[in-house]
Structure formats: C-alpha cells, structure tokens
C-alpha cells in the first residue's frame, strides 16, 4: 500500500478535526517549521486558522475527501512539502477505507 503515500512524509492524526488538540497539531507544526520543514495539513471541513505552510479542506464529508485525498498529496508533492498532516475523518461507511489507505501510507500515526 505505500504506492498510495506521498514523498513527503504523511503523518495521520487519528481524531477528527472537530476532536483533535489544535495545541498538539501546532506544536507538531512547529516542530517540523523549526527542522526547516515545509508542512501542508489536510482535512474534512471548514478551514481552520492553523499556521502550516499550505493549510486544505478536501470538502464537507468522507466522499469529498476521498475523491481529492490522493490527487491532493501528489500536488503537495509537487509543491515541495516536506511533511503532510492528514486529519483523520468518522471512520464509518466511506471513511473507514479512507482511513485505512491512510494508515498504510502514514510514517507516522498519532
């Protein structure tokens, strides 16, 4: 399954944004900008005030994130992030294959 991770390295944080520690994802964040790291962060939802380099909502729910998700990474790709924080989604119907693709591809899973 790593033929679906991107170069940069995908860590997935496993709460969805609604759930997950803005705290922890701008430590992580900030973490990665001080190793002079370019850091993309991807989610489901409203777009959210968080200090990465390229901050995207692949849409409103599991379906859009599914479409985009992969097309997404290969275009961070080609911006030269270093590091893509994927945002997990409600692992139920659709988003439970999504979160499994994630995972196989995820270096790093929080």
Do not use: W
């Amino acid at each position: 399954y790593k033929h679906y991770a991107p170069k940069a390295r995908l860590i997935l944080v496993e709460e969805q944004i609604r759930d997950c520690s803005y705290r922890q994802i701008s430590d992580l964040i900030a973490q990665e900008q001080s190793q002079g790291h370019k850091v993309a962060v991807i989610f489901v939802g409203e777009v959210v005030s968080i200090q990465a380099d390229v901050v995207v909502s692949l849409g409103q729910t599991a379906t859009d994130y599914a479409r985009l998700l992969f097309a997404k990474l290969r275009e961070l790709d080609e911006q030269g992030m270093d590091v893509i924080i994927a945002i997990g989604i409600d692992p139920a119907g659709l988003g439970l294959a999504v979160m499994n693709r994630l995972r196989k591809a995820a270096g790093q899973v929080l």
